[in-house]
């Protein structure tokens, strides 16, 4: 396994814009069901790069392929382009070689499942999102200097035929240290409905807010809103200094009441931050809840539209907390995914902690904004490609380059990953794909692009053969693979294991990293297996 990274183009893409992606769209709806189990990914590799700023959008156009032919060059699951049946193995071909996509940081539907399974009960597959799954475990990526990216593209072989696992992975800065991090004014929208009330939810809520209150810095802010049937500014943003006492009895006074307005809590939550509002600072709005909305707005669209001038004209971002063995997972993560943040899920004391105490910068602070990648796979080498997640981040292909269209905002610390179902051209040799990442400074609003590549010959290892990093990874995004298999949308794809064979290789990656959160997985596919959840959709 092995990568290269190259200067990134800084011309526009050619593909298939808006059509080529309604195209993608229909052919996943086409696409038959088979037996159920995803793919993907690799450990990082050591590489040269370069950056540019991405100014020049008009020239630079060597770097990319050609759109795919307008029919299928071969079999694919589904059916062909007049709708007749295809017979051959499961992803459709893509209409053109290109795909686009905002960045997404999100674990919130990875942590909800494991609740779910924990509690005896199989997770809707509605709410399965692959890549929230992969990026809940650490990678190994190389780390850029400052604020960005650093960029890696590998892959691995599957016992499948000509079907390859391919790999983009990113990485931002390692988190600064308390001191060096710019002051953070938070404003922190708590939901205090009834069904906050059970144990879990409101009860860790203020736990990990008393604990965070301490761990902050004197020259943090902190703000406090309460919903339930309406909104309240129970504290106005304040200067932790020697006010600590104060925001703890704040935080001590949170009781559940009656029914949820989430709309009234945000829209609250957003004109308390803008009112605090500090230069210089990173201003956030964090939201806890278990977003079972019942009052009020209840539509995401229509809450972020009451608050989009607090959004676009003063940058504040949303970070949203679920809590709850309900949860309302598909509002949480459009709020988060339209409103400029990211979600996660907790459901104990120690992932509360680990959320608003060890992993606190990354949660708060800005490293990239508007950050979106782009993968152009060469129509010489590849037949045809599939993204596995990132269903409802796609970006039109013509849209990659226009800073106007929304991307996705990443902390310090974080990795990303995106996994793609490669099947190669038979015989082929040479150029496979060449991925690119733009985004803009979290402060000057500058773009920058860091760009890497990828060649047939590095498709040498076979994925369980890959290192722990990668067999991990993999396993992560089989077991989403295995849990959406019921929902009709989705096919399954090359490389199928049983829940009981993924069980089996985490248990053994969990001895062999002595890592807890490999444990944690091992633990919840075979929940999951115990359940037998997969029916005849998956492999046995």
Same mark, same amino acid.
């Given at each position: 396994?092995?990568?290269?990274?190259?200067?990134?183009?800084?011309? @526009?893409?050619?593909?298939?814009?808006?059509?080529?992606?309604?195209?993608?769209?229909?052919?996943?709806?086409?696409?038959?069901?088979?037996?159920?189990?995803?793919?993907?990914?690799?450990?990082?590799?050591?590489?040269?790069?370069? #950056?540019?700023?991405?100014?020049?959008? #008009?020239?630079?156009?060597?770097?990319?392929?050609?759109?795919?032919?307008? %029919?299928?060059?071969?079999?694919?699951?589904? @059916?062909?382009?007049?709708?007749?049946? +295809?017979?051959?193995?499961?992803?459709?071909?893509?209409?053109?070689?290109?795909?686009?996509?905002?960045?997404?940081?999100?674990?919130? #539907?990875?942590?909800?499942?494991?609740?779910?399974?924990?509690?005896? @009960?199989?997770?809707?597959?509605?709410?399965?999102?692959?890549?929230?799954?992969?990026?809940?475990?650490?990678?190994?990526?190389?780390?850029?200097?400052?604020?960005?990216?650093?960029?890696?593209?590998?892959?691995?072989?599957?016992?499948?035929?000509?079907?390859?696992?391919?790999?983009?992975?990113?990485?931002?800065?390692?988190?600064?240290?308390?001191?060096?991090?710019?002051?953070?004014?938070?404003?922190?929208?708590?939901?205090?409905?009834?069904?906050?009330?059970?144990?879990?939810?409101?009860?860790?809520?203020?736990?990990?807010? /008393?604990?965070?209150?301490?761990?902050?810095?004197?020259?943090?802010?902190?703000?406090?809103?309460?919903?339930?049937?309406?909104?309240?500014?129970?504290?106005?943003?304040?200067?932790?200094?020697?006010?600590?006492?104060?925001?703890?009895?704040?935080?001590?006074?949170?009781?559940?009441?009656? +029914?949820?307005?989430?709309?009234?809590?945000?829209?609250?939550?957003?004109?308390?931050?803008?009112?605090?509002?500090?230069?210089?600072?990173?201003?956030?709005?964090?939201?806890? +809840?278990?977003?079972?909305?019942?009052?009020?707005?209840?539509?995401?669209?229509?809450?972020?539209?009451?608050?989009?001038?607090?959004?676009?004209?003063?940058?504040?971002?949303?970070?949203?907390?679920?809590?709850?063995? /309900?949860?309302?997972?598909?509002?949480?993560?459009?709020?988060?995914?339209?409103?400029?943040?990211?979600?996660?899920?907790?459901?104990?004391?120690?992932?509360?902690?680990?959320?608003?105490?060890?992993?606190?910068?990354?949660?708060?602070?800005?490293?990239?904004? /508007?950050?979106?990648?782009?993968?152009?796979?060469?129509?010489?080498?590849?037949?045809?490609? @599939?993204?596995?997640?990132?269903?409802?981040?796609?970006?039109?292909?013509?849209?990659?380059?226009?800073?106007?269209?929304?991307?996705?905002?990443?902390?310090?610390?974080?990795?990303?990953?995106?996994?793609?179902?490669?099947?190669?051209?038979?015989?082929?040799?040479?150029?496979?794909?060449?991925?690119?990442?733009?985004?803009?400074?979290?402060?000057?609003?500058?773009?920058?692009?860091?760009?890497?590549?990828?060649?047939?010959?590095?498709?040498?290892?076979?994925?369980?053969?890959?290192?722990?990093?990668? %067999?991990?990874?993999?396993?992560?995004?089989?077991?989403?693979?295995?849990?959406?298999?019921?929902?009709?949308?989705? +096919?399954?794809?090359?490389?199928?294991?049983?829940?009981?064979?993924?069980?089996?290789?985490?248990?053994?990656?969990?001895?062999?990293?002595?890592?807890?959160?490999?444990?944690?997985?091992?633990?919840?596919?075979?929940?999951? /297996?115990?359940?037998?959840?997969?029916?005849?959709?998956?492999?046995?």
């Amino acid at each position: 396994m092995k990568y290269t990274r190259t200067a990134a183009g800084t011309g @526009r893409p050619r593909g298939g814009a808006r059509r080529g992606n309604r195209r993608r769209a229909a052919a996943a709806l086409l696409a038959l069901p088979i037996a159920g189990a995803l793919l993907l990914t690799g450990c990082g590799a050591g590489g040269g790069s370069n #950056s540019t700023d991405g100014s020049d959008k #008009s020239g630079g156009r060597n770097n990319l392929p050609l759109p795919a032919p307008a %029919q299928p060059t071969g079999g694919a699951a589904g @059916r062909d382009a007049e709708g007749e049946q +295809s017979d051959a193995p499961d992803v459709q071909p893509s209409p053109d070689y290109l795909s686009t996509f905002a960045l997404d940081v999100d674990t919130a #539907s990875y942590g909800y499942a494991r609740r779910s399974l924990a509690d005896g @009960r199989a997770p809707d597959p509605s709410t399965i999102r692959p890549e929230e799954f992969v990026n809940s475990f650490r990678q190994d990526y190389e780390r850029p200097d400052g604020n960005g990216f650093s960029l890696s593209v590998d892959g691995a072989r599957t016992d499948d035929g000509r079907w390859s696992l391919v790999r983009v992975g990113l990485a931002t800065r390692p988190a600064e240290s308390e001191r060096e991090r710019p002051p953070a004014a938070l404003t922190f929208v708590i939901d205090i409905s009834g069904s906050m009330a059970e144990p879990g939810r409101l009860d860790l809520a203020r736990e990990s807010l /008393d604990v965070m209150t301490d761990r902050l810095r004197d020259d943090d802010s902190v703000a406090l809103v309460t919903f339930s049937d309406e909104a309240e500014t129970v504290l106005p943003m304040t200067r932790l200094g020697d006010h600590r006492a104060r925001v703890h009895r704040a935080i001590d006074s949170l009781e559940p009441t009656d +029914s949820t307005n989430l709309g009234a809590g945000v829209r609250t939550g957003y004109a308390t931050a803008v009112e605090g509002l500090r230069e210089g600072a990173t201003n956030r709005v964090v939201l806890i +809840s278990d977003a079972l909305a019942n009052t009020g707005d209840t539509d995401a669209d229509d809450i972020l539209e009451r608050i989009s001038s607090a959004r676009r004209e003063h940058g504040i971002t949303l970070f949203g907390v679920g809590v709850g063995s /309900d949860y309302g997972d598909a509002l949480m993560e459009r709020l988060a995914d339209k409103g400029d943040g990211h979600t996660t899920y907790v459901s104990d004391r120690d992932e509360a902690l680990t959320v608003f105490c060890d992993q606190l910068p990354q949660n708060i602070d800005l490293t990239a904004r /508007d950050a979106k990648a782009q993968v152009a796979f060469d129509p010489q080498t590849v037949e045809r490609f @599939r993204l596995i997640g990132y269903d409802d981040r796609k970006v039109a292909d013509e849209d990659f380059r226009d800073d106007r269209v929304d991307g996705g905002e990443v902390g310090p610390g974080h990795t990303v990953t995106a996994l793609y179902a490669v099947r190669t051209r038979p015989g082929a040799s040479g150029h496979l794909a060449t991925a690119t990442v733009r985004w803009l400074d979290p402060e000057s609003r500058a773009p920058h692009e860091e760009t890497g590549s990828l060649e047939t010959g590095d498709l040498r290892d076979g994925v369980w053969t890959s290192p722990y990093s990668f %067999q991990v990874t993999a396993v992560a995004a089989y077991f989403a693979d295995d849990l959406r298999a019921g929902d009709a949308r989705w +096919s399954s794809l090359p490389g199928v294991l049983s829940l009981g064979q993924l069980a089996s290789r985490a248990r053994t990656l969990a001895d062999v990293t002595e890592d807890k959160d490999v444990a944690a997985l091992a633990a919840a596919i075979g929940q999951a /297996d115990g359940l037998d959840i997969c029916s005849d959709d998956c492999a046995r």
